[in-house]
């Protein structure tokens, strides 16, 4: 069973806080989406990772940036957060060439206040 | 235009009715089309995915793909309260950074 598991479900921030969060996959998948959902806008994609160290720009890269040091290990920074980056962010792997069959964690519910 | 348009909803049917779930897509590149549920609080889980076009059947869900009309359908038959999620239909192009989600249809299956 693909076991996607990220660092927190809930998180409080402050504006201007750097934030991480953090994404760890156990199917040994070469890609690693992050995403944000919103209501009335469904999944944006933020960035993805298709090898260690390798980076892809999604639909809303700005003010974001990730981190891929480790093949199961991915994560998403807001280096300075604002409150319009409150939302659900989502991560989700699949393997190479299987974009189309994404496995997503639970979610992380991130306020910035 | 925004790439993936898809009904929010809410969808509300009586249980054992059929479900008709549709997107429409504005790039004819797409070659990959999938749908998702998702439960509440939850992330979302593969249903099932098509390439190309045509029909593709997984026990009560069945998928269709018109690329002509760009257009999908999810159906499920005999409807069951714990189908009641919802649902986000997706598509993908020829790179791995073409990849676009339906905003979801809310679907409640009343027992």
């Known amino acids: 069973d693909v076991k996607v598991t990220q660092s927190s479900r809930y998180l409080v921030k402050r504006t201007g806080e750097k934030v991480f969060l953090e994404c760890v996959q156990d199917?040994?998948?070469?890609?690693m989406f992050w995403y944000r959902q919103d209501p009335g806008l469904g999944l944006r994609l933020i960035y993805f990772?298709?090898?260690?160290?390798?980076?892809e720009k999604g639909d809303i890269p700005e003010g974001y940036s990730v981190s891929r040091e480790k093949k199961e290990r991915f994560s998403l920074i807001l280096e300075s957060a604002s409150t319009n980056q409150t939302s659900m962010y989502l991560c989700?792997?699949?393997?190479?060439?299987?974009?189309?069959?994404?496995?997503f964690g639970p979610g992380t519910r991130l306020t910035v206040t | 235009q925004k790439e993936v348009e898809q009904d929010p909803g809410p969808l509300s049917v009586p249980e054992g009715a059929i479900v008709s779930l549709n997107c429409t897509y504005s790039?004819?590149?797409?070659?990959?089309f999938m749908w998702y549920r998702q439960y509440s609080r939850k992330g979302p889980e593969l249903l099932m995915y098509t390439y190309s076009s045509g029909n593709k059947e997984d026990g009560r869900f069945t998928a269709q793909v018109d690329k002509s009309s760009k257009y999908i359908s999810l159906f499920i038959r005999d409807s069951q309260p714990s189908d009641s999620a919802t649902y986000l239909c997706a598509m993908s192009g020829p790179t791995g950074n073409q990849f676009y989600f339906g905003t979801g249809t809310s679907l409640t299956v009343i027992p």
């Open positions: 199917m040994d998948h070469e890609n």
């Open positions: 990772s298709y090898d260690v160290k390798m980076k």
């Open positions: 989700a792997s699949s393997f190479l060439g299987g974009a189309y069959e994404q496995y």
């Open positions: 790039n004819s590149a797409f070659q990959y």
